[in-house]
């Protein structure tokens, strides 16, 4: 059974940073490109960060480039972001997602709320 399992979302203040995490089990974890992505309600999902199978190319949204940091341990079996420097428009709900690029096989995590308020 594949399960991503977000988690270290939580609230926080302009300036502040917190680390989100991606638990994976089900499918072999190196084969897959991890990313993040978020939403806020009534807005398409959107994305933010990617790293690619063996964690050597990294891509972020211009929104959170300098700011985020995407890793991935391929021996955990997990993916993560470090979120510095955090903003208002940073609050949403954080999904992690693992796919197969070209074969249109990808699983998606429920989602961690993340907020930034003071």
């Known amino acids: 059974q594949v399960q991503l399992v977000e988690s270290g979302g939580g609230l926080v203040q302009p300036g502040g940073s917190l680390r989100l995490s991606c638990a994976t089990s089900g499918f072999t974890f190196h084969y897959y490109v991890m990313k993040w992505y978020r939403q806020v309600p009534g807005k398409e999902r959107e994305f933010v960060a990617g790293v690619t199978k063996d964690g050597g190319v990294k891509r972020y949204a211009e929104s959170v480039k300098g700011r985020f940091t995407i890793s991935r341990d391929n021996v955990r079996r997990t993916a993560s972001l470090q979120m510095n420097s955090l903003k208002i428009e940073d609050t949403a709900v954080y999904y992690c997602?693992?796919?197969?690029?070209?074969?249109?096989?990808?699983?998606w995590g429920q989602g961690t709320q993340v907020t930034v308020s003071s």
């Open positions: 997602k693992a796919e197969v690029v070209g074969q249109n096989i990808e699983y």
